[in-house]
């Protein structure tokens, strides 16, 4: 290799040195911009990581069938009631969530779904469903240091515990003949069990849930919540009791789990058919309820946080730019300053290419050692900002070429102008440069 | 001897607003190889001018220019770049040398844009030569008008050049150190380069073995020294 480019690197750092406040000033403008771009890209990338982990505590294998064309219970003003049947009592349910205080029962949203189409999916015709379960949700209002508080009360399949792997930490859970013989029976989130009576074991006691007292069976163990429910803070009755209490016929969801993740396609087929039967719809689109699996959401939720995470990386963006610009202006200034040394190198036989290479290679280094800096402060910044918020950030390989190669270009970009505009300069207008 | 240099008829027009001023208004020079020759002149008379075009700093808006008798003009920037770095040696009046920078990496600063043999051996042999031994690894800044004009001329030597070419060297400096400087010089010339010198100086133009006279971009007398201190008085 000629010494012309060996000594690029030597020169550029020399000058580089030679004017160590400008350089900083420069350099702090880079790091700024890849900080910035590495802490939101790792941070989105945590908090995107965070989500996936907790909508899989769902289970990956778990189909869901909610009434209604789409997400959420009663909200089916156009579709409601279409085919379905045991609907009668519409008009008890749902407005009990306006009746704060009352302490009395409270339904589950209008539902689509039945006890029927339970038992249909469960009647073993389908060897990939491993389990099911059918949820009425209702409220209770129970006093807590003297106060009224509002818990949440499911009633479930005896096979809701083993889908969610929920286990219990006193007492026991409620079977399957506990369904049949809707039996009063309550299992106690492990969160509420300590609302209500503290460190004192709450197994054996009696609650009012709605006119009746239910017998405290069970506590869970505490649980990670979940993106959408958390067991913690519930109760669980059988759902055949949570019926009558709550006056609501239907159920307000099901869940299927499949055998394995595999098939959990043909399950969520399967599932829609067999409802679909059942509610004597023929046409799919106009299902009155709809079947969704936690994989569904968990690639909704990557793409909503996969936008998020490139928003948040594409303002930083713009402050690498910012910051590119201002290395194109140090360099420009730089240009100016030392008009008289590129005279003095173009006398001495600089040819063009070597004033232009000597700037460029001078606005890398700049933006490289930027980058370097940069990469590690904002490493830092978004490990620093995810242990207070609470969850890990994720700094991903891509995230570090992103920076080092965005940086780079930065330098290569911004250098260019300047490295050009230095070695078009006459020798001799630069040496009679004043 | 042979031509070195050869200027016929050149000229240098700035135009400006539409008016043109003759920085050269034509000149006819030959400089031989191995002569010493001083370019006399007051200021704004065109005598750098016409050392920037013999040293391909610039170039002429019309005649003919031969080095070592080749035509400059059919010579592209990448060769006129070459030739600036292995056959001619600078020295300016100021801003001679990279701003704090060793005086040995200031030597070498022509070495890295072409070849020479053993550099940093030839850059030592050149500062022992102008007595900085002691200041080699000193930075430009700390050194005095005359340290710096004479590192200056070892950086004009060190890729052995057939000439030199120094713009008033000694325009900042004392008598005792100009006297010094142009005895550095009178040294290399004897050991077979051309130099060419621009001075406004009388006194320093006496070191040449000639003096040209320019005044507003014409030669007025080509001579030896003593005729021209002769015409000088006459006037």
Known sequence: ?434 | MANMIELKDVKKVYRSGGEDTFALAGVDVVIKEAEFVAIMGPSGSGKSTMMHIMGLLDTPTSGTYLLDGTDVSKIGKRRQAYIRNQEIGFVFQQFNLLARTSVLDNLLLPTIYGPVKNPVERAKQLIETIGLTDKIKNKSNQLSGGQIQRVAIARALIMDPKIIMADEPTGNLDTKTSHEIMGLFRKINEEGATIVLITHEREIAEFADRIIRIRDGQIVVTDTGERDRHAEETH
């Open chain 1, 1 to 434: 290799m000629p010494k012309r480019l060996i000594s690029l690197p030597k020169q550029a750092l020399r000058a580089i040195l030679t004017n160590k406040g400008r350089s900083f000033l420069t350099v702090l403008g880079i790091v700024i911009g890849i900080a910035s771009v590495i802490a939101l890209v790792s941070l989105g990338n945590g908090v995107q990581a965070s989500i996936t982990k907790r909508i899989s505590t769902l289970g990956s294998s778990n189909v869901t069938v909610i009434p209604g064309g789409g997400f959420g219970p009663g909200y089916r003003t156009q579709q409601g009631g279409q085919g379905s049947s045991g609907q009668g009592d519409r008009g008890s349910d749902g407005g009990g969530m306006e009746h704060p205080g009352s302490g009395g029962p409270v339904g589950g949203g209008v539902s689509s779904l039945t006890f029927d189409d339970l038992k249909s999916l469960q009647t073993g015709k389908h060897p990939q469903i491993k389990a099911v379960t059918g949820g009425v949700t209702g409220s209770v209002i129970l006093k807590k240091d003297g106060q009224d508080r509002r818990y949440s009360v499911s009633g479930t399949s005896a096979s809701y515990f083993s889908i969610n792997n929920l286990t219990t930490e006193k007492g026991s859970l409620f079977k399957e003949a506990d369904e049949n013989a809707k039996s009063r029976s309550v299992v106690l989130g492990n969160d509420m069990a300590s609302d209500l009576y503290g460190s004192k074991n709450p197994v054996g006691r009696t609650i009012a849930i709605g006119n009746e007292a239910f017998e405290v069976t069970g506590v869970l163990k505490k649980v990670e919540e979940s993106g959408f429910s958390n067991p913690n803070a519930q109760s669980f009755i059988p759902n055949t009791t949570a019926s009558d209490t709550f006056g609501s016929k239907n159920l307000s969801s099901i869940t299927v789990q499949a055998k394995s993740d595999k098939d959990v396609d043909a399950v969520k087929a399967d599932v829609k058919k067999v409802i679909l039967a059942n509610h004597k719809i023929t046409d799919a689109k106009l299902a009155d309820f709809s079947v969704t699996s936690a994989r569904d959401m968990l690639s909704i939720m990557d793409q909503v946080t996969g936008i998020l995470t490139s928003f948040l990386a594409g303002i930083a963006a713009i402050s690498l730019v910012v910051g590119g610009i201002g290395i194109m202006n140090i360099m420009l200034v730089s240009v100016t300053e030392r008009t008289r040394e590129i005279g003095l190198r173009k006398a001495v036989g600089a040819r063009t290419f070597d004033i232009v290479s000597q700037f460029l290679v001078e606005a890398v280094i700049l933006t490289l050692l930027g980058g370097l800096i940069g990469m590690a402060l904002g490493a830092f910044i978004a490990r620093t900002a995810a242990n207070m918020i609470g969850f890990s950030a994720v700094i991903t390989a891509n995230a570090v070429l992103l920076a080092v190669g965005v940086s780079s270009a930065v330098g290569l970009v911004f250098g260019l102008y300047p490295a050009v505009k230095a070695s078009r300069l006459n020798p001799i207008d630069a040496l009679r440069y004043e």
